[in-house]
Nanobody, 122 residues
């Protein structure tokens, strides 16, 4: 059983920073793609960042230049460094993992975390 466990969410003022972590555990699991998605109330889920094994990354336009994702394959962990946070970044962030070179399609991901809440106050 593969599990993804996120941590690092919380409350921060606008302009501040947070770092999310997502650790993958369970059997022999070495995901090819790890990523971060979010879903604001009343909106669909948006993939904001993902990283392939080897380091190739993707960022949505809404976070480009402010968020950075990285991974530590030895720890099966992916990170999301979020800087210059805005109130519109407030929502639940989900970690996802795939056994293939996945892009931004939700259905391409095999495993999802429970989510961690990020709240940015103005």
């Amino acid at each position: 059983q593969v599990q993804l466990v996120e941590s690092g969410g919380g409350l921060v003022q606008a302009g501040g920073s947070l770092r999310l972590s997502c650790a993958a555990s369970g059997r022999t699991f070495s995901p090819t793609t790890m990523g971060w998605s979010r879903q604001a109330p009343g909106k669909g889920r948006e993939f904001v960042a993902r990283i392939w094994r080897g380091g190739i990354t993707y960022y949505s336009d809404s976070v480009k230049g402010r968020f950075t994702t990285s991974r530590d394959d030895a720890k099966n962990t992916v990170y999301l460094q979020m800087n210059s946070l805005k109130p519109e970044d407030t929502t639940v962030y989900y970690c996802a993992a795939a056994n293939v070179l996945a892009r931004q399609e939700q259905k391409a991901y095999d495993y999802w975390g429970q989510g961690t809440q990020v709240t940015v106050s103005s």
